[in-house]
């Protein structure tokens, strides 16, 4: 059977193109093809990658900087414009009709595409004893889904506990999307669109795929079934 093709974003930074191989190896396991998604700098050339690709994953990054409430923390480098203009033209030209996949950075870009907001450092605006950045001393913790929703559907369970790696958080939630997936403290921690095409997590599933496996695998296979419709 032949391998879906999962476009994967990365970071830019100083001119370099960069990915953890954490991500390919997390697709290539559960049966997709990675594809990294270059740096590009024009809409004919999103368009034509596009092309390419079965589904898309929009990695983690640096401080998304669109729809921001309150200032980035000094800890929190902004995104190069550079990467902002090629995620933008990549996710314009994927369109809606194949699955994607949001990872930390990747949830808050979609939401914010979609008009959402986003705290540029939640420690100032969330009441927590939480620590959700792993620079600043933060571990793991669990996350609670909702039940019905596409996750809680994905990992046949309530609740899993992630590791925890973002100084932002989502502070209102855009267009299309609803909270599926919320810390104790209620951070957001997943957002999906009703038909689950559209999914995003806070957490990084690709560094802890003892548990997170389920999340691709069923990624994956979304993509195979929108290759073949």
């Known amino acids: 059977m032949a391998r879906p093709r999962i476009g994967i974003t990365t970071s830019y930074n100083d001119g370099k193109q960069s990915l953890n191989h954490s991500y390919v190896k997390a ?80 949830m808050q870009f979609i939401n914010a595409r ?49 590791n925890t790696y973002h100084v932002q958080s989502l502070a209102s939630v855009g267009d299309g999307f609803t909270v599926t997936a919320t810390s104790p403290d209620g951070v957001i921690e997943g957002i999906e669109t009703a038909d689950g095409r559209m999914i995003g997590v806070q957490f990084h599933p690709e560094r802890m795929t003892d548990v997170t496996a389920p999340l691709f695998a069923d990624f994956v296979n979304r993509c195979r079934k929108a290759d073949s419709a």
Do not use: W
Request: glycine share 14%; proline share 8%.
């Open 27 to 106: 697709v290539e396991e559960a049966g997709g093809l990675p594809l990294i998604v270059p740096v590009l700098t024009t809409p004919d050339a999103a368009a034509q990658f596009s092309e390419l690709l079965d589904g898309l994953i929009m990695t983690g990054g640096p401080g998304i900087t669109t729809g921001l409430v309150g200032n980035l923390p000094d800890d929190l480098t902004p995104v190069d414009p550079v990467r902002h203009e090629s995620d933008m033209l990549i996710y314009n030209a994927f369109g809606v009709q194949r699955p994607l996949l949001g990872i930390c950075y990747g």
């Open 114 to 162: 979609a008009g959402g907001t986003i705290y540029g450092d939640l420690a100032q605006h969330v009441d927590t004893d939480i620590e959700h950045s792993a620079g600043r001393g933060g571990t793991e913790h669990p996350v609670q889904f909702t039940p019905g929703s596409k996750l809680a559907n994905v990992f046949d369970s309530g609740e899993i506990t992630t």
